[in-house]
């Protein structure tokens, strides 16, 4: 007979699975396009040489982790073809 433990482990394990599926669902892919400047960037100051606060495309001020490695989150979409 399954003993009240048991069912408690067996819904924990199902609300777990249940959220990392949500997340994985609902996490959108972070692609820099394949521009020269995302293609040849080797470093987080050269992506702060347009990304910056005043740049041309400035980061939002609600973008996280802030002056971090870039490239931890971002990454370049997939060729076409």
Not at 13 to 35: A, N, Q, W
Not at 51 to 78: A, I, S, W, Y
Request: proline share 5%; net charge positive.
């Amino acid at each position: 007979m399954i003993r009240t433990k048991d069912i408690h482990f067996i819904i924990m394990v199902v609300v777990v699975v249940g959220l990392l599926m949500v997340l994985y669902l609902t996490g959108r892919p972070r692609y820099l396009s394949r521009t020269e400047p995302h293609l040849s960037a080797a470093s987080d100051v050269e992506c702060f040489s347009c990304h910056d606060d005043g740049k041309v495309f400035p980061m939002t001020k609600e973008h996280p982790l802030r002056k971090k490695n870039c490239r931890q989150c971002h990454r370049l979409e997939k060729s076409k073809g």
